[in-house]
């Protein structure tokens, strides 16, 4: 009866997932606002040293930023239960978007009632990046730090291993100072439970080799198989978030399918259309929720031809298969890193990582500020520079909710 005291926080999360647009870039201000400031859940120091250590790892950052937040209040059960809660609208929606696009021609929903959701994502990001300065930068090295990371996560913003190699960096370049030393306490040898790391292994060993007996063989749901596989892979080394996702769906399910040498090795490989799967990655950035849950409505594109029963379970199979690595490598390596950060070396590294994410949310900002088109000033553009800026000023300087200013901002899409 434990979760029973939880139903608040649960309920806060639910309302989180159903109105968090603008992808990762925006998330971590909603995060802020939501968790920090409102509930109090965890500290502003707290949520950066989480999006930081996420940074590091595979996977969808926000979503494990989330889930961390859920294994501080409650342990791995409610971890479990805040991530179903985050996922399951966006993937509720996306999964009924590949039906739908299966019987209608896709509508470009981005220029109606959407249409102001990227602006308004620009001012969330834009609030973070300024809270998060205040808190991580302190003296001229994260300065440097950070405006190293701004330059390179900009110019680099979808190259998947900058982030990884700017986190290392950030990390070690801080250590050259002796200054910084955590408080002295007693750090006991603990017992690490591999459970988790091993079951990742397993599953991505068994993946591939059930995949590869199904191809072989010729199974009759064969492509369920090959599903599973190729999206528990991409859970497991997508560094970059959904930027990077997207190329290796690209290739995997537009390029492969053409290439000569593929026809003859697997004539059957699942094969989804470009414009069906770049308007499933248009809109998934255009609903509130994880960009990852794009693979809910891959797997259902994947399977689409095998009846609405496949259909449904490729839906479910691209799920689970994008989102299980992620939670399984951060259940697994957070308890580690607790332990860990205790050191000298690991505790003078955190100051150069905080440094480098902050460089990076400043970048996200400016990629978004880039993304829209600037050269064609009209009167739709002055107004996302209005929501920009109104935005960040709701955020800063009153106590209106997140989820309002969301619902305002679709309003205005729907009147203008």
């Given at each position: 009866?434990?979760?029973?005291?939880?139903?608040?926080?649960?309920?806060?999360?639910?309302?989180?997932?159903?109105?968090?647009?603008?992808?990762?870039?925006?998330?971590?201000?909603?995060?802020?606002?939501?968790?920090?400031?409102?509930?109090?859940?965890?500290?502003?120091?707290?949520?950066?040293?989480?999006?930081?250590?996420?940074?590091?790892?595979?996977?969808?950052?926000?979503?494990?930023?989330?889930?961390?937040?859920?294994?501080?209040?409650?342990?791995?059960?409610?971890?479990?239960?805040?991530?179903?809660?985050?996922?399951?609208?966006?993937?509720?929606?996306?999964?009924?978007?590949?039906?739908?696009?299966?019987?209608?021609?896709?509508?470009?929903?981005?220029?109606?009632?959407?249409?102001?959701?990227?602006?308004?994502?620009?001012?969330?990001?834009?609030?973070?990046?300024?809270?998060?300065?205040?808190?991580?930068?302190?003296?001229?090295?994260?300065?440097?730090?950070?405006?190293?990371?701004?330059?390179?996560?900009?110019?680099?913003?979808?190259?998947?291993?900058?982030?990884?190699?700017?986190?290392?960096?950030?990390?070690?370049?801080?250590?050259?100072?002796?200054?910084?030393?955590?408080?002295?306490?007693?750090?006991?040898?603990?017992?690490?439970?591999?459970?988790?790391?091993?079951?990742?292994?397993?599953?991505?060993?068994?993946?591939?080799?059930?995949?590869?007996?199904?191809?072989?063989?010729?199974?009759?749901?064969?492509?369920?198989?090959?599903?599973?596989?190729?999206f528990y892979r991409f859970g497991s080394i997508v560094f970059g978030g959904s930027?990077?996702?997207?190329?290796?769906?690209?290739?995997?399910?537009?390029?492969?399918?053409?290439?000569?040498?593929?026809?003859?090795?697997?004539?059957?490989?699942?094969?989804?259309?470009?414009?069906?799967?770049?308007?499933?990655?248009?809109?998934?950035?255009?609903?509130?929720?994880?960009?990852?849950?794009?693979?809910?409505?891959?797997?259902?594109?994947?399977?689409?031809?095998?009846?609405?029963?496949?259909?449904?379970?490729?839906?479910?199979?691209?799920?689970?298969?994008?989102?299980?690595?992620?939670?399984?490598?951060?259940?697994?390596?957070?308890?580690?890193w607790q332990y860990l950060k205790k050191y000298v070396v690991v505790y003078r590294?955190?100051?150069?990582?905080?440094?480098?994410?902050?460089?990076?949310?400043?970048?996200?900002?400016?990629?978004?500020?880039?993304?829209?088109?600037?050269?064609?000033?009209?009167?739709?553009?002055?107004?996302?520079?209005?929501?920009?800026?109104?935005?960040?000023?709701?955020?800063?300087?009153?106590?209106?909710?997140?989820?309002?200013?969301?619902?305002?901002?679709?309003?205005l899409g729907w009147l203008i």
């Amino acid at each position: 009866m434990a979760i029973i005291r939880h139903i608040p926080f649960l309920r806060a999360v639910f309302f989180y997932s159903i109105t968090a647009f603008g992808g990762p870039q925006g998330h971590l201000g909603m995060m802020l606002k939501t968790f920090v400031q409102k509930r109090r859940d965890i500290t502003e120091e707290e949520l950066i040293e989480y999006n930081s250590f996420c940074q590091m790892l595979p996977g969808a950052s926000s979503t494990q930023t989330l889930t961390l937040i859920g294994y501080k209040r409650g342990g791995v059960s409610l971890a479990v239960l805040t991530l179903l809660i985050w996922l399951l609208p966006a993937c509720i929606l996306m999964g009924a978007f590949s039906f739908l696009l299966t019987v209608y021609p896709a509508n470009n929903l981005t220029s109606g009632i959407l249409k102001f959701i990227e602006p308004m994502a620009v001012g969330f990001l834009l609030y973070a990046a300024i809270r998060a300065f205040n808190i991580s930068i302190k003296n001229l090295i994260t300065q440097i730090i950070m405006l190293f990371s701004m330059v390179l996560s900009f110019t680099f913003f979808k190259v998947p291993w900058i982030f990884p190699a700017l986190i290392v960096a950030g990390g070690i370049v801080t250590n050259f100072s002796n200054k910084r030393i955590p408080k002295k306490e007693d750090i006991k040898p603990r017992h690490i439970r591999w459970t988790n790391i091993w079951l990742f292994g397993l599953i991505f060993v068994l993946a591939g080799l059930f995949s590869e007996l199904a191809r072989k063989n010729e199974w009759e749901h064969k492509k369920a198989f090959n599903l599973f596989e190729n999206f528990y892979r991409f859970g497991s080394i997508v560094f970059g978030g959904s930027d990077v996702l997207l190329p290796l769906m690209l290739d995997q399910y537009v390029a492969r399918p053409t290439d000569k040498k593929v026809q003859v090795k697997n004539p059957n490989t699942i094969k989804i259309e470009r414009s069906d799967l770049l308007t499933g990655y248009g809109v998934v950035r255009a609903i509130p929720g994880p960009v990852f849950s794009v693979a809910t409505f891959t797997g259902g594109m994947a399977l689409k031809n095998e009846g609405y029963t496949m259909q449904f379970i490729g839906c479910v199979i691209g799920t689970v298969a994008i989102f299980l690595p992620s939670a399984l490598l951060i259940l697994f390596f957070f308890p580690v890193w607790q332990y860990l950060k205790k050191y000298v070396v690991v505790y003078r590294s955190l100051e150069g990582i905080n440094a480098v994410v902050v460089g990076v949310i400043w970048a996200g900002t400016l990629y978004l500020l880039h993304g829209m088109p600037l050269k064609h000033l009209d009167f739709n553009m002055a107004i996302s520079f209005g929501v920009i800026i109104g935005t960040f000023a709701l955020l800063r300087y009153t106590k209106i909710h997140a989820p309002i200013i969301a619902l305002g901002c679709l309003l205005l899409g729907w009147l203008i």
